[in-house]
């Protein structure tokens, strides 16, 4: 039991913490806001067109809400529940390839 109650707080904690960052008042999802680093880049090269549409239009949304300097109202903000880690699956594929190549120029060239 005490497992099940340490695992609720943790989702109480990570909620709290998604609500705090404020990203999701603006419509925008967690894969949205990460730094465009070279990873970052690769998976986004990868991504479906629709998603990257998708993306793109959430960002151009969120940049004149906040030049407007006003918030969608609350029914449509981003909820922690059906936030859609949509980058998640090519960046661990691209990470991954990454530090394989690293591997093997570093043990075999």
């Known amino acids: 039991m005490p497992i099940m109650k340490a695992l609720a ?11 705090l960052s404020g ?8 894969d949205d806001v990460l730094q465009e680093n070279d990873d970052v880049k690769e998976a986004l090269r990868r991504l479906p067109a629709h998603k990257v549409d998708e ?5 151009i949304r969120a940049m004149q809400l906040s030049l407007q300097k006003i918030e969608l109202p609350k029914e ?11 980058l998640k ?13 690293e591997y093997w120029e570093k043990n075999y060239y």
């Open 9 to 19: 707080s943790n989702v109480a904690v990570r909620r709290w913490a998604y609500n």
């Open 23 to 30: 990203f999701n008042k603006f419509g925008l999802h967690h």
């Open 55 to 59: 993306r793109s239009f959430r960002i």
């Open 76 to 86: 449509q903000w981003t909820k922690f529940e059906e936030d859609d880690r949509y």
């Open 89 to 101: 699956p090519y960046l661990e594929e691209v990470i991954k390839e990454r530090e394989e190549k």
